[in-house]
C-alpha cells in the first residue's frame, strides 16, 4: 500500500497540480512511529507463560462469551514478583460475573496466559493478531478488588442500550436473523450462526456484517439533514450529529473500520462549518495518522488495510472517473434528455456499479490473497446486489430495533421487512455460490508479487484513462486483467515438496510432487478443535493448492481422520480417498467413504505392492505402500498394527510414513528382505511411543531425519524419552512438530545437478 500511494500522489499531482500534504506527512510519521514503538515495546510479549501477576488498570470495555466474562484494561500496571512496569492493554478472563462498569478501576491477581503463535503456514497468528490490537496478553482470574468505582456514564448507557437492542433482535427475530442485525448493526458476531457467516464469506459480502462507511455516514447524514429540517442551525446540527455518530461507533465496539468511517465524518463535518471541500485523500490520511501513532502494529491487521485500501480505491476511482467525464465533449441538449429516461438511468446504474465493483474487487486482491488466500469468483455480481439491499436492510433494521425496544409489536411488523430482504441476499449468495469455479483459490502471494501486482495495476488503469476509444481500453481491461490474475497466482515450488504439519495429538503430512500434484497422509486430532478448518485447510489455502488429487489414510483413529471429514463437509474437491484394503467392517471407514461419496471423491483400496508414480520430464517420484497385506493381517482389531506404511522415492533420496505402527508391525516389515533400507527421512510411528520404531527397525533404516507428530503436553507423554534416545543413538536428527511447528522438507536439483534436501521448520511471526 506504501507503493501505491506513492504512485497516487504522484499521479494526482500531474493530473491536478494538487499535492495530498497529509498523506506524506501520514507515511512520514507512521513509518517513525512505528520505529519507536518496538523499541518501546511492551514487556509483557517477553514474560513466561502460566506466571502468577498482579495487574491495575481502568476497564474500557466487557463483553461475555462462551459463558466467561472478558474484561479489556488499559494504562495497566504489571506486577511480577518484586517487579513494576507498566503495560498497554490486557484481557482478563473470569469464570465468575465480576460485578463492575465501564471506566471502574481494579486491581486482580491470576496467572498470565501468552498469546500463541501460528505453528502452521495459513494458520491464524493468534499472537498476531492481538498484538496488531496492542493487547499485550490475557490473565486468567482468581481474584479482584475495586480500586475506584468511578464509572462512565455514557459508556455504560451505551453498554446497556447494546445489550437491550441485541435482546430485542434476539426476541422479534429467528436466530438467523438476528444473528445477521447483530453484526450489521450492533458490531456482534457472536450470535452470528457459522452457515451464514459461510454464505457471506464465499459471495465475498462479509464487508456488510461490519461496521463501516456506509453505517456511518447513513446514520450521520441522516442525522444531520433531520436536524437542519427542524430547523437547527449548522453548527447545532454538526454538533448533534457528530456526537451521535461518535456514540454509535462507541456503541458498536469500536471497531477499525469503525474508527476510520467515524472519523472521517467528523472531518466532513468539520468542512461543512469551515466551508472547505472534503477532500476524501485528506480525510483518509489524517485517520491513518491518528490510527498509526496510536498504534503502529494496526498496519498488520487485515481489517486496517481492507478498510482504508478500499477508501483510497474509492477515491482513486472517483479521481478517474471525474478526469474521464471532463475529457468527454459537452453533447447535445437532446442527447441528455435521453439519458435521463428510465432506461437509460438503470444501465447506467447497472454499469456503474459493475465498473466501480470490479475496480475495487482488483484493488484489493493482494491484501485479499494475503489474509484470505481465496477470492469469489462472482463477488463483483453479489457486491452490486449488496450495494441495493443493504442500505434498506440497515435503515428497517436500525428502525425496527430502536422501536422494538419502546413497542415490540410494532418493531416486530418493521423487522418482517428486514428479514425478507436478509433471505433475499442469502439466497443470491447461494445462488453464485452454486455456480461453476465460485471460489478462487489463490494462495498467499510473496512481497514481490504484491509490488509487481500494483506497479501494473497502476500502468492498467493509465492506459484505461489515455485511452480514448472503447475498443482500446476493452483490449487493455482484457489484457492487464488476465497479466494481473497470473502476476498475484503464481507459485514457486522445490521439485519435491513433504510437509509434516502441527495438528496437535494427531497426523497430517502434505506432499507436492515434481508434476504439481498433490496428496496428503492421514489428517486428523484428538486434542486440536476443528483441525481440518484452522490448521489443514487454511494451509493448503495460503500454499494455491485447490485440490488433492490422493489423500491416503493409514488407520481409522480419529487422531488421523477427523480433519479430513471436516474437509469433505466442506466441499473442498478431493480427488480420490485410498483407504487400506481391510477384511474387518469398520463403522469409522463406512463414514468416511459416505462423506466422500456425497463429496464426489472416489474411494480406492491400497495394499502392499501398490505402487503410484508422477513423472515431470525426466523426474520421477513414487509412492509405495510396504503394508498392510490383506493374507498377512496381525489381528483384525488392531486398527495401529495394520497402519498403511507407504514409502517415498525422488531420484536418491528416500522418505518413509509408517503410520501408527507397533513392534509387531515392523517385525512383519522387517521379514520381507529389501522391503526396507536406508531412508534420508522417517515420518516417526505412533507419534513417538516408545512401543514403535525400535532399534533393530532403526538399524536398517538408519534415517536421517525423524519428524515427530504429537501435541504438546499430551496426556500419552509423546513422544517418549527412549524413543528419543534410540534417535539419538542413532545420530538422527529429531524435529517435534510442538516445538518446531510445521516442518518441511524441500527436494530438489541444484545448478551443478546434485540433488539436495532442506528441513525448513515454520517460524512464527
Partial sequence: MFFVSILMMIWIYYKRNKLPLLLITFLIAGYIRYGQAIELESPLYRMNDNQNVL????????????????????????????????????????????????????????????????????????????????????????????????????????????????????????????????????????????????????????????????HISMLGLLCYRLFRRLGIGILSSSVIASFIVSSYGILTGSSISTHRAVLMFLIFMGAQLL???????????????????????????????????????????????????????????????????????????????????????????????????????????????????????LQSGLLGGMVGNVCPYLGRVILQGCSFMIDLVENICKFFRLLPFSQWIIGKPQSWQIFIYYLFFIIFISGIILCKKKVLRFGIFVIFSNILFLIISLHIHSEVEVTILYVGQGDGSYIRGPAGKHYFIDGGSSDLKEVGKNQILPFLKSKGVKQIDYWFISHSDEDHISGLKEVLKDNYHVKCLFLPKMKIDNSKYKELISLAKKAGTKVMYIQKGNILQEKYKEKKMVLKCLYPCIDNLISEESCNENSAVMSLEFFNIKGLFTGDIGFQGEEILLQNKNLLSDCDFLKVAHHGSKNSTSDKFLQVVKPEISLISCGENNSYGHPHKELLSRLSNMKSRSYITYQEGAVTIKIFKSYDNKVKMVVEKFSPH
Fill in 55 to 214: 495487574a491495575a488498570g481502568k476497564i474500557y470495555k466487557t463483553e461475555v462469551k462462551n459463558k466467561k466474562e472478558y474484561l479489556y484494561l488499559n494504562d495497566v500496571q504489571m506486577m511480577v514478583g518484586s517487579r513494576k512496569f507498566p503495560a498497554n492493554s490486557i484481557l482478563i478472563i473470569s469464570n465468575y460475573h465480576v460485578s463492575s462498569h465501564i471506566g471502574n478501576q481494579i486491581k486482580i491477581k491470576g496467572k498470565f496466559k501468552k498469546w500463541k503463535n501460528a505453528k502452521n503456514p495459513g494458520a491464524f497468528n493468534e499472537s498476531q493478531y492481538y498484538h496488531t490490537l496492542n493487547i499485550g496478553g490475557k490473565v486468567l482470574l482468581n481474584s479482584y478488588t475495586m480500586i475506584d468505582d468511578t464509572t462512565d456514564y455514557l459508556g455504560e448507557w451505551l453498554k446497556k442500550l447494546r445489550t437491550k437492542t441485541r435482546q430485542t433482535y434476539e426476541k422479534l427475530c429467528t436466530d438467523k436473523d438476528a444473528g445477521v442485525l447483530c453484526a450489521m448493526i450492533l458490531g456482534d458476531t457472536t450470535k452470528l450462526e457459522d452457515t451464514t457467516k459461510d454464505i457471506y464469506k464465499d459471495a465475498g459480502i462479509m464487508h456488510i456484517l461490519a461496521i463501516s462507511g456506509l
Fill in 275 to 393: 466551508g472547505r471541500t472534503f477532500d476524501m485523500f485528506t480525510a483518509v490520511s489524517l485517520t491513518a495518522l491518528v490510527m498509526l501513532y496510536g498504534n503502529p502494529f494496526v498496519m498488520f491487521q487485515g481489517a486496517f488495510l481492507l478498510s482504508y485500501g478500499g477508501v483510497i480505491i474509492i477515491a482513486f476511482y472517483q479521481e478517474i472517473e471525474q478526469i474521464r467525464t471532463s475529457d468527454k465533449c459537452e453533447q447535445p441538449e437532446e442527447v441528455k434528455v435521453k439519458k435521463t429516461q428510465r432506461i437509460k438511468k438503470c444501465l447506467d446504474f447497472l454499469t456503474e456499479g459493475i465498473k466501480s465493483s470490479f475496480f475495487i474487487q482488483i484493488g484489493l486482491l493482494p491484501i485479499i490473497a494475503n489474509f484470505y488466500y481465496e477470492s469469489p469468483r462472482y463477488a463483483v455480481f453479489t457486491n452490486l446486489f449488496v450495494l441495493i439491499l443493504a442500505p434498506m436492510i
